[in-house]
């Protein structure tokens, strides 16, 4: 065998030597095998060239099978709905409505009407100070009017500095305002007499005698009844009184000016009281 590899070897030598070099090469290509060989002599080189087909590849192409198709899944992820608003409607608290209860003021019962006065006082002037009590009946027919007849005891000293004694009884006319109410102010005016009894040294005439006196006046004045029921009412008034001595003693004056020496038998002063009143139907 390498002897018949030796000649085609030869014979494909020869074949080079008569086509040209670049045929020979370009014959010589991928689908060949070009095989070099040295023939002759050592001053000479042949170069061969074997030509050997290579059988083409056979290449396989498996197909490759389709993919599965894609599946998308779409996750749309829920849309929260927008916060809620919450109307909360929240009823007033009732208020407890203030009950009025109407009060009925009950009028004083004044028509008809008979009462007892008592009180207590001072005199008060520049011929006498002196205190006491006195008393009153009361007759009231109409709720604004009355008329009183009054008593009293007064004991003290006068100008004269003498120790006095006076009784005095007054009537009176009275006029209420507010007359139906708790509060019922009152005016009056009346005329009196009064009877005084004087004993010691008279300092202004430096004499000493027991004297009796009876005056005449009248008087004048306002005050307050505050009416606690229908029955019971407290009293407080202001008079302002005038009198003159008229008795058997008027030839001798009742009061001497030690100054001048001048003589007088009148004499003024005001008389405040308190008390209550006690009325009966």
Do not use: W
């Not at 002759?40 to 099978?65: C, I, M, N, T, W």
């Not at 307050?224 to 009412?233: F, P, Q, V």
């Amino acid at each position: 065998m390498t002897q018949k590899f030796y000649t085609v070897a030869l014979l494909l030598s020869l074949l080079g030597f008569i086509a040209p070099t670049q045929q020979a090469d370009a014959q010589c290509g991928g689908a060949m095998i070009c095989a070099q060989v040295n023939i002759g002599s050592p001053f000479r080189r042949h170069r061969a060239r074997a030509q050997v087909r290579r059988q083409p590849a056979v290449v396989v192409v498996q197909a490759q099978p389709a993919p599965p198709p894609r599946r998308v899944v779409i996750i749309r992820q829920p849309v929260a709905p927008p916060p809620a608003t919450i109307v909360t409607v929240q009823a007033a608290p009732v208020q407890p409505q203030p009950t009025y209860v109407a009060h009925q003021v009950t009028p004083i019962r004044t028509n008809g009407t008979v009462a007892l006065h008592a009180e207590t006082g001072g005199l008060f002037g520049a011929d006498a100070q002196m205190g006491g009590v006195g008393g009153s009946i009361r007759f009231r027919p109409q709720p604004r009017f009355a008329a009183e007849i009054g008593l009293g005891v007064y004991a003290g000293t006068d100008a004269n500095g003498q120790d006095r004694v006076e009784t005095p009884l007054t009537l009176n006319g009275m006029v209420f305002f507010n007359e139906t109410g708790r509060a019922q102010p009152y005016l009056m005016a009346g005329v009196g007499v009064s009877r005084a009894h004087t004993q010691g040294l008279n300092a202004n005439t430096g004499s000493s005698a027991e004297r009796e006196l009876f005056h005449i006046g009248g008087q004048v004045g306002a005050g307050l009844e505050l009416r606690l029921s229908d029955n019971i009412a407290i009293n407080g008034d202001v008079r302002a009184f005038i009198r003159q001595n008229i008795g058997e003693t008027a030839a001798q004056p009742e009061f001497t000016n030690p100054d001048n020496g001048e003589t007088t038998n009148t004499s003024a002063g005001a008389l405040a009281t308190v008390g209550a009143t006690f009325y009966f139907n």
